[in-house]
């Protein structure tokens, strides 16, 4: 069923788990629709709360919270995947919509289990083994079923690059593997690291964005530029949309998925790993392509025709991330600076403390050619710095 008719009912109810800035930016899409959006999330002090009247204070990690939030919603999503799927499984049964369907959150929640369902499928994906502890690490590297280098991931809860670790020697095996269960991944030798985000409704339909290339800050192992479009022949750009959309029809997910995937250096395409939401990979939609991927997302949970994937004009995102060594309270200089800078559109996310590396907002270029909007992000780089104030 479309709710086409039925999203502007004044009693038909969105409901998202999750009130940081994606789910900020989502209801500042449905507000083009005039379709309120009922987040809830820890704080009233969080940046969707800004811009939603609707916002309930709760934790999308407790069974309770999520079930009561979610009961009268007739339609319910998430902005972030780790939430509690418990209630959302009680809430299908109630007969609640939830997109993404919460047996497939599940899966992706939990990396292991999420590579697992790309080896049985036979997508490609790098060779991996699941361990309980580092203790079971260290013994499989003693016993030599197991091999420097590798990566270790936590199978829950890792965000940001926060729940990985690069092993590379004897030291770092000491000191720097992870607790709690976890995989072992092959350390890929990446040529680029990039993105696709794919829309799916109920009816089937799929629709992709153009494929993005990421740049990573080395220091804080996070997104640092994005690139649209990405720096790849047309043949890879096609293998990679091609991919992405075979991994969305494996889930059979409704709402966006965003497909991050490794070029490695012979050119073989990898899925690294799936986010069933709006992602930091789709950020530049907002402003250079025909619909954003918060409207998509909206499109694709509430059944209705998917937007147009085009883009209008090259761009580059920049993360406005903290500056190192200030903790406190935001400061923003150098705004008014980028400003002037014709086709930047910045997007704040009203988070009020800063933090060595926390993304704090982000930058998007546009300009007719990807070389000039990398030099103007640059140049938006250099003049904001985000530091602690008074
Ligand atoms: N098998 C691998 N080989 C080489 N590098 C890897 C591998 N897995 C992850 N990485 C590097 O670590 C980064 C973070 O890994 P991953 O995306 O799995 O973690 P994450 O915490 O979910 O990150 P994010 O939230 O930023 O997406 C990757 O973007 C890549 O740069
Ligand atoms: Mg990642």
Redesign the pocket.
Known sequence: MSYASSILHPNFKLGVLGGGQLGKMMAQAASNWHLPLYLMDQSADFPAARVSPFFTEGDFKSYDDVYQFGKDKDVLTIEIEHVNTEALHRLVEEGVKVHPAPDKLDIIKD?GLQKQFYAARGIPT?P?RLYPDASAVRGAVASGTLSLP??Q?SRTA???????S?IRNEAALAEKLLPGPCLI??????DK?LAVIVARNEDGAIKAFPTVE?A?NPQA???EFLFCPANISKELEEAAVQLSTEVIEAFGICGLLAV?L?LDREGKL?V??V?PRP??SGHHTIDSCYTSQFEQHLRGVLNLPLGSTKMKAPSVMVNLLGAAGQTGPVHYEGLADCLEIAGVHLHLYGKSTTKPFRKMGHATVVDESLEAAVEKAREVQRKLQIVAGE
Do not use: P
């Not at 965000?159 to 990985?164: P, S």
């Not at 991944?185 to 990446?190: A, G, K, S």
């Open positions: 990396k790098s991996f590798f990566v991931k890792g965000y940001d690059g926060k729940g990985v690069v991944e092959e350390l890929v030798d990446i690291e990421m990573f192992n996070l997104v991050e490794f990898l690294n790993e986010a992602h930091n």
